[in-house]
């Protein structure tokens, strides 16, 4: 399915959908956060296997995911996925260890500029999501998401993308204040902040590019009215395979990602705290 991406300026290549230059309230910080989080890798042993299946249908895709090993109650030995082909495209279903159960239908071939996507558990009413998201005015995406079926639960947010700059906000009805965001980017610097909780949280991100192989970035998060308080974390990573993170809890995390063969990869962590000695390992075989 089509999905606004975290790009920063709304520049968009012919042939590609204009969705693809706009930017989503939660992806203000995307920049920095890859760098922070993305691929720490440090508890289960992971076997997930993506198969394409032609026979199915285009587009049509079965994942599995098993942790070996698991302490944790589990209702089937593996989460599992199927993105299901044409005429139901942009639908996918899954069910995780747990037994939980998910379905994602994604609609926007009648309208181009507005997508539809529904999400819900099968189970409960109450967790149903419908999500409308609008891309017909110039470097605008605006979206709302009726939780529960109800407009009582009602979250909504806008988004405007510049050539080096994104502001944003989102509307909750039940918090009531609303969250700000703010993206600019000089050169390869890239700065980013957010307001949460009627300004009571705040969190201040940055993304450097050394060079086409070297990311450094950090985050700090002022909240001194927050169980949480004040935190920092940062994380520097080589050509996004290998990555070092240190966070105000004197947590030390490391990961590695290597390529075994073609559509083999593995993802592998270690994180150790400094101050009680607690560590964990993990490791991921995607195999695709």
């Not at 890859?34 to 296997?49: A, E, P, S």
Request: hydrophobic share 40%.
């Amino acid at each position: 399915p089509v999905d606004v991406a975290p790009s920063v300026g709304p520049a968009v290549p012919p042939g590609v959908p204009r969705s693809m230059a706009l930017v989503k309230f939660s992806d203000i910080a995307r920049p920095a956060n890859q760098v922070l989080y993305d691929d720490f890798h440090f508890r289960g042993h992971i076997l997930k296997v993506v198969q394409k299946m032609p026979w199915a249908g285009a587009g049509s895709a079965l994942t599995t995911q098993v942790d070996f090993f698991s302490s944790r109650a589990c209702a089937t030995l593996a989460k599992v996925a199927w993105k299901l082909p044409a005429p139901f495209a942009g639908t996918a279903v899954s069910i995780d260890s747990s037994g939980v159960r998910r379905i994602d239908m994604l609609a926007t071939k009648r309208l181009p500029d507005l997508q539809l996507q529904l999400r819900s558990d099968l189970a409960d009413p109450r967790k149903t999501a419908l999500t409308c998201s609008y891309i017909g005015i110039r470097e605008v995406l605006l979206r709302l998401e009726a939780r529960g079926g109800s407009t009582k639960d009602l979250v909504g947010e806008v988004t405007h993308s510049m050539p080096s700059a994104t502001v944003g906000a989102k509307f909750s009805s039940r918090t009531g204040a609303p969250d700000f965001g703010l993206r600019c980017q000089y050169g390869p610097l890239i700065c980013a902040l957010l307001t949460r909780d009627g300004l009571k949280a705040s969190t201040a991100s940055v993304c450097c590019s050394l060079n086409p192989d070297v990311k450094l970035a950090g985050a700090y998060t002022h909240a001194p009215r927050q169980k949480a308080g004040n935190t920092y974390v940062v994380a520097a990573s080589y050509k996004g395979l290998y990555k070092l993170r240190l966070s105000q809890d004197s947590a030390i995390s490391c990961s590695m990602k290597y390529s075994l063969s073609r559509g083999m990869r593995v993802v592998a962590g270690l994180r150790l705290n400094a101050r009680t000695g607690d560590w964990s390992y993990g490791v991921q075989l995607s195999v695709d």
